[in-house]
Every structure is written in C-alpha cells, then in structure tokens.
Nanobody
Framework: VQLAESGGGLVQPGGSLRLSCSVSEYTRKDYCVGWFRQAPGKEREGVAIIDKNGLISVAQAVKGRFTTSLDSAKTTLYLQMNNLFLDDTAMYYC?????????????????WGQGTQVTVSS
C-alpha cells in the first residue's frame, strides 16, 4: 500500500501547516514511520521519525517548531509545522520501514510516499 501525504501548500513565513499521511498498513506491523524533506538542489533530509516503540527523533533544524504524532488508532501520521521559515520550502515525504535496526534520520527507509510540496514565501 502506497504512503500518501496530504496537507502541503503555500504559506507565509511564520505560518503553520499540518501534513498528514495514512500509515495504518505499516504501524500495524510495528514499522517506524516519519518524515523527510528535499529542497531543490539539496539532499534528502530527515525531519522527524517515530520508531516502533514510540520514540521520536526530530532534526535540530526544526526542533521546537515541528512535531510529529500518530492518532490514537495509529492510522494517520501528522507533521505539525509552526513558525515556518523560507528554508523549510521543500517536498515533504512520508516514510516507513521495518527498522530491524535504528535508522534515525538517515534516508535509508524502504517505503516512501510521492511527496507533498510545502512552499514558504511572502
């Protein structure tokens, strides 16, 4: 089942957006799930990950501004983005992996969504 992100769009600096991703097929199997992003001309960058035990890792670049969470039924993964900067402009991807070892924020996840574009501009 493909991961499908939603919620991207155009927002002004300082604004907020919430991204969503359907992950029930993966959380049911105790996969790690999370978010990456890629800006034009840059490498993919880990944003936030929830491991199979619920431990959350957040990239330093977004710590204090972005949070990730699962709904109570563990069917939907969210990325709440507050106080957005121009540098947050990127394609945002939902990811999943069995995580036999801790992958952290490295782009080694096996399953990727198609991405949703977030553009921060005045």
């Amino acid at each position: 089942v493909q991961l499908a992100e939603s919620g991207g769009g155009l927002v002004q600096p300082g604004g907020s957006l919430r991204l969503s991703c359907s992950v029930s097929e993966y959380t049911r199997k105790d996969y790690c799930v999370g978010w990456f992003r890629q800006a034009p001309g840059k490498e993919r960058e880990g944003v936030a990950i929830i491991d199979k035990n619920g431990l959350i890792s957040v990239a330093q670049a977004v710590k204090g501004r972005f949070t990730t969470s699962l709904d109570s039924a563990k069917t939907t993964l969210y990325l709440q983005m507050n106080n957005l900067f121009l540098d947050d402009t990127a394609m945002y991807y939902c990811v999943a992996d069995p995580c036999p070892v801790w992958l952290g924020l490295r782009p080694l996840y096996n399953y990727w969504g198609q991405g949703t574009q977030v553009t921060v501009s005045s």
